[in-house]
C-alpha cells in the first residue's frame, strides 16, 4: 500500500505543478516539485506536446514485429 500513496502524492503534486506552470510560470511549477521531492522531469515531460513524446519514445523502444 506504501507504493500506491506514493504515487497518488506524486500525481497530486504534478497536477498542482502544472497548475502552477500555467498560472504562475514553469519556475513556480519547478520550485513546487522540489519542495515535494518529486523528479522536474514529471513536469517538463508533461509539459512537451503528446506527438513529441510519442515519436522520442517511439526511438527508445523497438518493436518485435
Not at 520550485?31 to 506536446?49: E, F, K, P, T
Request: hydrophobic residues 30%.
Amino acid at each position: 500500500m506504501t507504493q500506491r500513496r506514493t504515487d497518488e502524492r506524486t500525481a497530486l503534486a504534478t497536477e498542482y505543478a502544472l497548475f502552477l506552470a500555467e498560472t504562475r510560470g514553469i519556475g513556480a511549477g519547478m520550485v513546487y516539485l522540489d519542495s515535494c521531492n518529486v523528479s522536474r522531469d514529471i513536469l517538463l515531460r508533461a509539459m512537451q506536446g503528446p506527438g513529441a513524446r510519442r515519436s522520442r519514445e517511439r526511438r527508445q523502444h523497438r518493436r518485435n514485429d
